[in-house]
């Protein structure tokens, strides 16, 4: 009798995750080792609930809901924050997710999700590995934030890439209609990674040099720096726009952001509000009209303007990671390892997940120009193909139609 | 000899505004009754400085510039804050104005904007009638706050509220993945009219009950009542997304937002923040998990996602201005009048736009619920037809390709 599988969702919401979904799924269809794939509802703990969707059956539907679900933002099986105890601390957590596991004869089990969903993966495998279960885990990759280490990058940054070089873009034409000297700042997510934020630097194009100026949190920010850089370019343009991390942070470590510092779960700092900090001391220091955005949640979450090839990626990881637990392997993370910018091309292989949990991979200093206001042209060429192409979606009623989730409303 | 024509934006920038000025100018080109069509480059300040672009000259261009104009956001010809002085009170301003009309031979001009552009069309012509001055004078209506009386809506208004209510559709995906209570408040454009944040109840569908409320400046804000509000409906659904206009106000007039409210040359209050108001009362008063989005200037640039109707509206009011003024008539504004919703219809007449500067046209109170804190269906089969369709713009290297504006770059 063959095996089936498990799939669950884990971390923050981005535009592809639907997609690496859609991966897992289609990669367990079109496979002869398994039968069914579950969906847990709500990450880790839907597997604790016992609140499984059947997957199986989308496939069986008339239309095309595999592709439907991939061009869907957010998560079709709903996510949870839930911090995996160690093995050492509460071996019965284990014990018990094995025994559904057993009971529901999972012969693999796909977490997809960013850094946390992968310290849950690597701890699933060893506790595997330790009582040698046979069960297969493997981590499908996926957040925003770009910070996984091991893989050239993750999927939902291309998206999230897009919809902020786009937005940066209209944002330019929206500076530019006025003849007074106006300074726009942009607060893009991204605590302490810039990869979000360089992405600004796509708008930029032969009639476009905005933004001039991006602070990421990889470097100091240096206020005084920040305040000779915006007299500089507002001398040689009317209109400048900067886009800053959420995290940038001073010399000493303290973030920009005014607000208290407070932890989640995982241990990070919660932020907001830098854009407006630094609007206040370009209003009171130089006397310019000044406005701060902050592109907020949409980032993640605007599946209308996802990038086709980061979908497409997405699809790939998760539809390899059920190839290479079918052939025997556990206990890794899918990943691309970049061959060419230009074209672009790439090959999927497996890193050890026990190696990615609990890093980060933040933007290289060599990437920053020395001045540390700006982005090198290698950034600019390794992020350029991640936002190629568009996703044809269908829109009712002059509004997207995404993949319906009541079963996340109850 | 055929007389020329000017046309000039003012402003803040919409998604349709270049629609309308694509109108004005295949209007002019398809007239037999003008020659050449003069873009004044920011707003009437563009006039008295001389500063012009010959828009004739886009049609000679081998590609379609017209079209490739109308889908882009913002100003092409940029625009201006600019208050006109009364007649009275400055006659060498008008002077100097209808001087450099004679001396371009012009028979026409438009002027595309919102209220204070119409208060400035409304002088000219009304300069124009008290001298004996045959050139027309016409306005075309554009604004994102759909705040112009004696016009069903108006231009840029289907656009932001399509953008307004598919991110509500991509916020409610978003909010709908975590397992635990959690309220999240957006913010959205809107002084003293809710036109704007009623938009984003176009996102409710059979799966997605969001936003459960909605909160317009029209009625007065309760902040005891909101609260009742948030609990009755955090017991019916675990996530709910709650829709604000960024002037909401008590019912002694003052503003929901903690900013002091100050002024800008037409006698505005300049607000922000009154997400972040009630984001700390949520927070404070019920314990519950809450965030707070502003979807800020996007909503008016977001070319990407215009509605197909506003900007088909947007040219044919442009085109219509011109003909109404190649018959003679002047000192008007152009206006659409409902028919029907369903089926779509509608008439294009034309408004006296000395009635039209200096008012504003708020939400009738019988189109908002007698709780205060959500919309009727009948504002619902207003607003739906403006949002229907989609534009197709071509993208390049992953971005819209928007026309080009090195002139606003100087």
């Known amino acids: 009798m063959k095996k089936n599988c498990i799939v669950a969702q884990s971390g923050g919401p981005t535009a592809a995750i639907n997609a690496s979904l859609a991966g897992v799924i289609s990669g367990v269809l079109n ?60 071996p019965e957590t284990y014990e018990e997710i094995f025994r559904i596991f057993e009971e529901m004869n999972i012969g693999a089990f796909f977490y997809i999700g960013g850094n946390d969903s992968m310290d849950t993966t690597a701890k699933l495998a060893e506790y595997a590995r330790k009582t040698g279960n046979s069960i297969k885990i493997a981590g499908v990759p996926k957040t925003i934030d770009n910070d996984l280490i091991h893989t050239d990058h993750t999927p939902g940054y291309g998206s999230a890439a897009k919809y902020i070089a786009t937005s940066m873009l209209e944002i330019a034409h929206d500076t530019y209609i006025y003849d007074i000297p106006c300074v726009t700042i942009v607060e893009i997510m991204g605590r302490d990674a810039g990869w979000l934020t360089a992405a600004a ?10 933004p001039q100026l991006i602070y990421l949190p990889e470097v100091p920010f240096d206020k005084e720096r920040f305040l000779q850089d915006v007299e500089t370019e507002i001398k040689k343009s009317k209109n400048i726009v900067i886009a800053i991390s959420e995290g940038i942070r001073y010399a000493d470590g303290t973030y920009v952001s005014s607000h208290a510092a407070t932890d989640d779960k ?18 009171d220091r130089l006397k310019i009209k000044v406005r ?18 980061d979908l497409d990626e997405a699809v790939k990881l998760g ?25 672009y091309l790439y090959d999927i292989e497996m890193a050890d997940v026990s190696q990615i949990a609990n890093r980060a991979k933040t933007v290289p200093l060599s990437w920053i120009t020395p001045e540390h206001n700006n982005i090198t042209q290698e950034f600019m060429n390794y992020m350029r193909p991640l936002i190629q ?6 829109y009712r009623d002059g509004l997207p139609v995404y993949i319906e989730i009541p079963h996340l409303r109850k």
Chains 1, 2 share one sequence.
């Open 292 to 309: 701060s955005v902050e592109l907020n949640i949409l980032q993640r979450c605007a599946g209308h303007l996802a990038s086709r090839t």
């Open 389 to 394: 192409g568009e996703v044809s979606i269908s």
């Open 319 to 343: 539809e390899f990671a059920v190839s290479f637990t079918a052939k025997g392997y556990t206990g890794f993370m899918t990943a691309t390892r970049r061959k060419s910018d230009i074209p």
């Open 201 to 210: 630097a796509l708008a930029r194009n032969n009639y476009n040099p905005t």
């Open 31 to 90: 496979s002869d080792s398994y039968d069914r794939i579950y969906g847990a509802v709500h990450g880790i703990q839907g597997v604790f609930n016992r609140n499984f969707l059947d997957l199986t059956e989308l496939a069986g539907l008339a239309y095309s809901p595999i592709d439907h679900l991939s061009t869907t933002p957010a998560m079709y099986l709903g996510s949870c924050r839930y911090k995996m105890p160690s093995i050492q601390d509460s």
């Open 266 to 283: 995982f241990g990070h700092a919660q932020l907001s509000g830098a854009g407006k900090v630094l609007e206040a001391l370009v209003k």
